[in-house]
């Protein structure tokens, strides 16, 4: 599993604010993933929104600007909040996780100086990839703890 000091963390990261994660289905069931350069692990499409916004509006608003997609219907699975400590200072976060019911769109890696890549992963992929949710955002090892409690789509 990765350390905080493996990261080079950036001002915002330092900040406290909401963590918004998306779950995207292709037709074939499987899921949309992303290469995460800084962190260097496969997860869920993360990103961060300022905790003065609405989490479901900045997560639609990524999703567009990193990997030119754009969500149609969504709705929240599964909220936490987490307390990090990074360079030495106390984040707060609320770790905020939505399934994509009906997007549209081709995804293209719009930012690929933040990811390597985007690809549609089955689950099983994504588990070998991340050592079953070890080496992986908080995002993906919630995504992974909801589908087992059903509460997230298996296929579309």
Not at 1 to 10: E, H, L, S, V
Not at 34 to 49: A, E, M, R, V, Y
Not at 85 to 103: A, G, K, P, Y
Request: aromatic share 8%; proline share 2%.
């Amino acid at each position: 599993m990765y350390t905080n000091d493996q990261i080079k963390f950036n001002d915002e990261d330092k900040k406290d604010h909401n963590s918004v994660g998306a779950i995207v289905q292709d037709k074939y069931g499987r899921y949309l993933v992303q290469d995460h350069i800084k962190h260097n692990f496969i997860t869920l499409p993360i990103g961060k929104s300022s905790l003065d916004k609405d989490p479901k509006t900045e997560l639609i608003r990524e999703l567009y600007e990193e990997c030119g997609i754009k969500a149609i219907s969504l709705h929240e699975i599964v909220r936490e909040t987490r307390v990090d400590i990074r360079d030495d200072q106390t984040v707060t976060m609320d770790i905020i996780l939505f399934e994509v019911t009906e997007w549209e769109g081709t995804v293209i890696n719009k930012e690929p100086d933040k990811h390597r890549s985007y690809s549609f992963m089955t689950l099983a992929e994504i588990k070998e990839k991340t050592n079953n949710g070890q080496n992986t955002s908080w995002m993906t090892r919630m995504f992974l703890e909801e589908l087992e409690k059903e509460k997230v789509l298996h296929t579309k």
